[in-house]
Each structure stands twice: as C-alpha cells, then as structure tokens.
C-alpha cells in the first residue's frame, strides 16, 4: 500500500483535505495536475479569512507549507491518467508511467471552464473581466458593468448585480428567450438591454475598456462578467461516478460518491457558490467523513 488516501486536485479543497487528514495522521498523497490552476488568472483570492487579497499561489504555498508541517502527506505534481479499482483498493496510474495503490480516493480537481469565443477575453480574464461578483465585484464596485447573459441563470441573476453597481448593460443572447414582463423588470431598474452578445474586447492600458458587437456598434465598459458553462474534468468520464442532471458529480451528506472508496469535494460537486472558502469547507468535510469511515471500517 503507497498510500492510504490519494487526493486528486492540488486546489483549496484538495489542500484542506490532506491537513485534515494529516492532523489525522492519515498518510496522503496530493496528486496535482501540471496545468495551471483554473485561478491562474486572478489577481487575488477574496472572502479568505487572514488570506484576503493574496495572490492564489501564495494561498497554496501556505497551505501546502502548513501540511508539510507534519509528516504524512507528500505532494507529486504529475497528472492523473486512471484510476482502477482491485480487490479492496485503488491502482491510480500517473501521467509519468508510475502508479500507486490507495486505500480511497478523494477527487478534488475542480471544473473546466468553456469559456464563450470573444476576441480578447483571455487578456482580461479574471481581471477586468470577472465570473463571480462576490469574488471580484468589489474591485469595480460601482463601475460601468457589462453582463454576457449567454445563459438564463444570468438573466434570473440581475437583482444581485446591482449590489455592486447601478450601471449594468445586459447583452442578451438572442437564442435565449426572455419574458418581456422580465425585460421590463430589468429596464425598470435602470439596467440598458442589448439584444446580442459581443464578439470582441476593447482593450485600453491591459484592461476592459468595451465590447463590440457584431454589427460593429461599441460599448463602453469598465468590468464584465461572465459565468462561463463548466464541464467535468476528462478523468471523471473514465470513473463509475455518478453526475447530478447539471454535471457535477453525486454525492451523499458525507461527499461520498456512488463508488464506494471514491468520495469528491469542492467545484466539480457544485454549481452553486464556488469559491475558496467553500470548497476549503468541503475538502475539510470530505477528509473527515474519510477518517470516520476508516475508523468504523476497522
């Protein structure tokens, strides 16, 4: 046995898992993709209590310098091509031709996100151009906002958005189907509708400064969100897990999966409220219910 709990995400679930675990005394391996974080574009991680505002490769330095403060745990940064299960354990295979057997496993590897086709977006991605308002909002807090409304939950979203602002322009997907009494609603608070999506980003001094539309009309913008469609990682298809209607993987009150010995914590559980704090939350949970069921086991 390499290893009792192998934990598959190198993120802030993954992370609060292995110092749980390792508070524990459960010996733990963090298998972290080489790719980079899906934060990698954030200029800070916010809400963090003692971390706001740090850069979110400080926050998992920290976290992982706190883990390695006791000896269980260790850290291999290669990615996961597999994970089989024989007889009582697992055998998950690594993207070097290495493999090791674990006990359980906790997938903790987050989501992708599909990002829409925008000229200019992955120059302001996570900066001027931000995914969640709680997250990012209080940056541009009243600014001029542009809201990339390609999904319903967006639309159904506006009366959030004013929190921050009161200049908001709703670019409306046209293959969406919005209620005029809601077009009113969202006129009625001051909010401009566009009937289209932008195609390009105007782009001044690094940061948003617009959007044009596909006839070539311009905005002027300071911030725009965008709460991009997500998908499962690609090792996910190749597990038994089961997936909600919405994607995320299935899980009881103690994130255990439908496979027994494979629990999962943090994005890729959740479609809701995904930030650092909640998905430290969950990695914090899912290692504990690891542990009462290993005690119960023996």
Not at 39 to 56: C, K, M, Q, T, Y
Not at 88 to 98: E, K
Not at 162 to 168: A, F, G, L, P
Request: net charge negative; hydrophobic share 40%; charged share 20%.
């Amino acid at each position: 046995m390499d290893t009792q709990v192998a934990i598959i995400g190198g993120g802030p679930s993954g992370l609060a898992a292995a110092l749980t675990l390792s508070r524990s005394m459960f010996k733990t391996t963090v298998l972290n993709t080489v790719k980079p974080p899906r934060n990698a574009a954030s200029p800070i991680v916010a809400a963090l209590p003692a971390l706001d505002h740090r850069v979110p490769a400080e926050v998992r330095a920290e976290m992982r310098r706190d883990i390695l403060s006791y000896p269980f745990a260790r850290f291999l940064d290669e990615d996961v091509i597999d994970v089989q299960q024989r007889g009582g354990d697992f055998i998950v295979r690594l993207g070097d031709g290495s493999q090791l057997t674990a006990q359980v496993v906790l997938l903790a590897t987050g989501m992708q996100d599909t990002l829409p086709s925008l000229v200019g977006l992955e120059e302001c991605w996570g900066r001027s151009i931000i995914n969640c308002p709680f997250c990012h909002g209080y940056e541009w807090k009243d600014q001029k906002w542009g809201i990339y409304a390609h999904r319903p939950e967006v639309i159904d979203a506006a009366e959030i958005y004013r929190n921050w602002t009161s200049d908001i322009t709703y670019f409306l997907d046209p293959s969406i189907s919005v209620h005029e009494e809601r077009r009113q609603q969202l006129s009625g608070m001051g909010m401009t509708l566009v009937s289209d999506l932008p195609t390009k980003v105007l782009i001044e001094n690094e940061t948003l400064s617009g959007v044009e539309l596909p006839d070539g009309n311009r905005f002027d913008l300071e911030c725009m969100l965008i709460f991009p469609h997500q998908k499962q990682v690609d090792l996910v298809s190749r597990l038994d897990v089961s997936l909600t209607e919405t994607g995320y993987i299935a899980i009881d009150e103690g994130f255990r999966t439908t496979v027994p010995g494979i629990y999962a914590a943090g994005d890729m559980t959740y479609g809701g409220h995904q930030n650092t704090p909640t998905a430290i939350h969950m990695g914090n949970m899912a290692a504990a219910t690891i542990v009462m069921d290993a005690c119960f086991r023996s």
